[in-house]
């Protein structure tokens, strides 16, 4: 799939508020600093769609991007991040929560995972909470390019592994580099296969 626009749309703490859900829809969400907004740029190939860090924008909110006036791209609040107290934490779980369970047109969540580091308790916990509500989703492991291909390979592998100790099925996963670009043109063939799919669905 080719992008050939993408436009910001709205910022919501409400589901309800959310554009209406008549399109196909794709959320990116991970840990802060995981290189979310960097990922999103790289696949929009617009450096300035969504904030990166020491960009201050709405980080907390549910971000709605239009993408080739065909789906909708959702930046969603990053997990685990310390700066918040508790109860804005607690405040944006169920945001999370409620979008998440609450949205229909959700076709995949894009789970991004810092591909330098070993597998982590919040990220686990995180897929375990997306598996109990059934919401299908990909690992997308980030930052490929700051540690040497061989080491990449190896943490990536280990993550997989560490999912396998308690999934049956263990769904696709993609190793990114938004510097590199490393991972965009198959990322974004399967958000495309996943889209003729929808709309295929309408027509039975
Ligand atoms: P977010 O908080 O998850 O949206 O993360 P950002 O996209 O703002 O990225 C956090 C930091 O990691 C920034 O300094 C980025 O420049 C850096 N970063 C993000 N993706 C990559 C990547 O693929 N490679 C490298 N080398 N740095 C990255």
């Known amino acids: 799939m080719e992008i050939n626009s993408a436009k910001?749309?709205?910022s919501n703490?409400?589901?309800?508020?959310?554009?209406?859900?008549?399109?196909?829809?794709?959320?990116?969400?991970?840990?802060?600093?995981?290189g979310k907004s960097s990922l999103i740029n790289m696949l929009?190939?617009?450096?300035k769609l969504a904030k990166t860090s020491g960009n201050p924008g709405k980080t907390q909110h549910i971000n709605h991007f239009i993408i080739n006036y065909d789906w909708f791209l959702v930046d969603l609040p990053g997990y685990g991040y310390a700066k918040v107290s508790r109860s804005q934490r607690k405040e944006?779980?169920?945001?999370?929560?409620?979008?998440?369970?609450?949205?229909?047109?959700?076709?995949?969540v894009f789970v991004l995972i810092d591909s330098r580091h070993k597998p982590q308790a919040i990220d686990l916990d995180f897929?375990?909470?997306?598996?109990?509500?059934e919401i299908p989703f990909n690992v997308v492991f980030t930052k490929s390019d700051k540690n040497k291909?061989?080491?990449?390979?190896?943490?990536?592998?280990?993550?997989?592994n560490k999912m396998k100790e308690e999934w049956e099925y263990i769904?696709?996963?993609?190793?990114?580099?938004?510097?590199?670009?490393?991972?965009?043109?198959?990322?974004?063939?399967?958000?495309?296969?996943?889209?003729?799919?929808?709309?295929?669905?309408?027509?039975?």
Not at 13 to 34: L, Q, Y
Not at 44 to 47: A, D, I, L, M, P
Not at 149 to 160: L, Y
Request: hydrophobic share 35%.
């Open 149 to 160: 291909q061989s080491e990449t390979a190896r943490n990536c592998k280990n993550f997989v």
């Open 171 to 204: 769904p696709r996963s993609f190793i990114t580099s938004a510097v590199k670009y490393h991972g965009r043109k198959d990322l974004l063939q399967y958000i495309g296969e996943l889209i003729d799919e929808y709309y295929a669905g309408d027509d039975e």
């Open 13 to 34: 703490v409400d589901v309800a508020a959310c554009p209406t859900p008549n399109k196909p829809e794709f959320a990116f969400i991970g840990r802060s600093n995981v």
């Open 127 to 133: 897929l375990r909470q997306l598996g109990e509500w």
């Open 44 to 47: 929009t190939n617009n450096q």
């Open 8 to 10: 910001y749309l709205i």
């Open 92 to 108: 944006f779980g169920k945001m999370i929560s409620k979008y998440l369970q609450e949205r229909p047109n959700l076709i995949c």
